[in-house]
């Protein structure tokens, strides 16, 4: 991609790391990803990779041994490493929203517990809102935590955890009446637990069993599972800042800053589809001339790379939003619906381009088609995101009459 999606006002060391991921993208994980999607075997080495090039701690202050970058570089890092395989993408997402977290709402002794291990790779996070029969309604959730002594004792069904298998460290969100009378609104009776655990599947502690990975459509490689606690006890300093009814404050941040991600995956995975559209049209002839050379696939190439560059541009701008530590949900929620919409409607064409060869395991872009839906959903629908905006809208522009 010499020309789409270039970010302007960049420093000499985000250029340099942009590089370096890159060139590891290009080298490490398109010529593996394909293969190893299609045997939905977790990429150790490319995870591996990315611990060693310190992606795990891109966000995490250098006082807890991270490099201390902003939003934007990591978005941008994330762009490109969708672009090579959206899968591993999700591996480091989950990972820095549960280090943003910790960074953003811990205790001093819950950043220095976990930062520099999460930094190093060592610890790897994933957080848990969603349940059974949640959908996008936060305010339902039914799992619970009860004080006993100097512990808390959780119960209830989490669901749609990435990195469930493979974390060692889980935010998860409870309902917690403790403190908060009857009455109360939901929304401030949650509270977030970071529960530690071993990796792999079955009974990772006592009272939490994650019971395998769940099989999808795409979007595999990365592991997908429940989280089930029965009597899981956790000491009262794991309550992520200390106090309680605070939970759904704090993973709305976390999930605010998750929505430029998403936006970034969709802004890597269109561009990927783009450049497999771009190079097939002019490798395949027909009726005497590269397909490039026919009006109808030059519309096609022309409103790709439109929507390539027009999501990129949003993704950036919410980014730096949240970066200069302005309210940035309108931007966010504006750039996750279009940036995962136009990647849809971009892989899409790639695959039209393709023709009959897009349906076959053979080429790239049938591993893309399977995996674009999948941003339609993570971190809030199309419908989330409107009513998100909707409502910021009505806020800024309150007709006063």
Excluded at 220 to 239: F, H, Q, S, Y
Aim: with cysteine.
């Amino acid at each position: 991609m010499a020309r789409l999606a270039q970010t302007h006002g960049l420093t000499d060391i985000q250029q340099e790391i942009l590089s370096t991921v890159r060139d590891f993208v290009d080298k490490e994980i398109i010529p593996v990803a394909t293969e190893l999607e299609h045997r939905d075997e977790y990429p150790q080495a490319i995870v591996d990779g990315l611990k060693e090039l310190g992606l795990f701690g891109l966000m995490i202050p250098e006082e807890y041994g991270g490099l201390g970058e902003s939003l934007l570089t990591y978005a941008l890092c994330v762009e490109e490493i969708a672009r090579g395989w959206m899968s591993v993408s999700g591996i480091i997402n989950t990972h820095f929203i549960v280090a943003y977290m910790i960074k953003q709402h811990g205790t001093e002794e819950q950043k220095d517990h976990f930062l520099p291990r999460m930094a190093a790779g060592d610890v790897r996070g994933a957080f848990s809102m969603s349940e059974p029969a949640l959908g996008s309604d936060v305010s339902a959730i039914t799992s619970k935590a009860v004080k006993d002594g100097d512990e808390y004792l959780l119960n209830g069904q989490k669901m749609w955890l990435t990195n469930g298998g493979t974390s060692t460290l889980v935010a998860v969100l409870v309902r917690s009446d403790e403190g908060h009378p009857e009455g109360t609104a939901p929304h401030k009776s949650m509270t977030t637990f970071l529960v530690e655990k071993e990796p792999g599947f079955g009974e990772v502690r006592p009272g939490l069993t994650i019971p395998g990975k769940i099989d999808k459509m795409g979007y595999k490689g990365v592991d997908t599972t429940e989280l089930i606690m029965d009597g899981l006890r956790i000491p009262a300093n794991r309550v992520l800042g200390g106090a309680t009814g605070r939970g759904f404050y704090q993973m709305m941040d976390g999930v605010e800053v998750g929505r430029v991600n998403v936006a970034a995956r969709g802004c890597g995975v269109a561009q990927r589809a783009f450049e497999l559209g771009v190079r097939y049209s002019q490798q395949r002839h027909t009726f005497g001339k590269q397909i490039a050379q026919h009006q109808a696939i030059q519309f096609k190439l022309a409103e790709m790379a439109t929507k390539v560059e027009a999501a990129h541009a949003m993704m950036v701008n919410a980014a730096r939003k949240k970066d200069s530590g302005e309210r940035n949900d309108l931007e966010a929620g504006m750039a996750k619906y279009l940036a995962s919409e136009y990647c849809k409607e971009v892989v899409e064409d790639a695959f039209r381009i393709h023709g009959g060869y897009g349906f076959s395991k053979e080429y790239e872009i049938e591993r893309l088609y399977r995996e674009a839906p999948m941003l339609l959903i993570g971190e809030g629908t199309a419908e989330i995101q409107k009513m998100i905006i909707g409502r910021r809208l009505l806020e800024e522009y309150r007709f006063q009459g």
